[in-house]
T-cell receptor, first 112, second 113 residues
Framework: DQQVKQNSPSLSVQEGRISILNCDYT??????FLWYKKYPAEGPTFLIS?????DKNEDGRFTVFLNKSAKHLSLHIVPSQPGDSAVYFC???????????FGAGTRLTVKP | NAGVTQTPKFRILKIGQSMTLQCTQD?????MYWYRQDPGMGLKLIYY???????DKGEVPNGYNVSRSTTEDFPLRLELAAPSQTSVYFC????????????FGPGTRLTVT
């Protein structure tokens, strides 16, 4: 079963605008959420995370929002830059799972 | 600092062949993981290790074996390759279990025909 879902396989935005990537989860026991970025032919790299006790975490141009009642989190990138073009994975851990569950990823393209 | 390295980068196997995917990390992390990523899917955990000599199954362990004789190395073994094992394999390591952030290798693209 897919406990972490990223329903948008792709997103295209103009340079300088905001990128919003969404992620939904089904397991209410998840207590920690992460976003990874992946460039072609490379492994994923950690971007930002949020604990379930928070609803927002910022790191520079990146902000992650968590809505526990909706089981939804989002990653905001402001302003978007062409170098942000990559696949972004949402991941969650906690509960009965001994492992981290990943979404299928969203391919972000930032156009100059 | 090399981080997490994986070899080979690409491999084509015939059905029934076996191979070992190598993974090495130089960050002295106790925790190491093997994931596979199928097209259009998220990463799925195959096996993980919490230290030398200790391994455990993840979400999709069937058809694979691992060993952890040193802190640095965590090889993944495919004994009888099947087309369903065609995937991209990522090795990762972390300071604490399952995060807070994992460091990934560049991946091995395996095709079984």
């Amino acid at each position: 079963d897919q406990q972490v879902k990223q329903n948008s396989p792709s997103l295209s935005v103009q340079e300088g605008r905001i990128s919003i990537l969404n992620c939904d989860y089904t397991n209410s026991m998840f207590d920690y959420f992460l976003w990874y970025k992946k460039y072609p032919a490379e492994g994923p790299t950690f971007l930002i995370s949020i604990s379930s006790i928070k609803d927002k975490n910022e790191d520079g141009r990146f902000t992650v929002f968590l809505n526990k009642s909706a089981k939804h989190l989002s990653l905001h990138i402001v302003p978007s830059q062409p170098g942000d073009s990559a696949v972004y994975f949402c991941a969650a851990r906690g509960g009965n799972n001994n492992d981290m569950r990943f979404g299928a990823g969203t391919r972000l393209t930032v156009k100059p | 600092n090399a981080g997490v390295t994986q070899t080979p980068k690409f491999r084509i196997l015939k059905i029934g062949q076996s191979m070992t995917l190598q993974c090495t990390q130089d960050m002295n992390h106790n925790y190491m993981y093997w994931y596979r990523q199928d097209p259009g899917m998220g990463l799925k955990l195959i096996y993980y290790s919490v230290g030398a000599g200790i391994t455990d199954k993840g979400e999709v362990p069937n058809g694979y074996n691992v060993s952890r004789s040193t802190t640095e190395d965590f090889p993944l073994r495919l004994e009888l390759a099947a087309p369903s094992q065609t995937s991209v394999y990522f090795c990762a390591s972390s300071f604490t279990f399952q995060g807070y952030e994992q460091y990934f290798g560049p991946g091995t693209r395996l095709t079984v025909t």
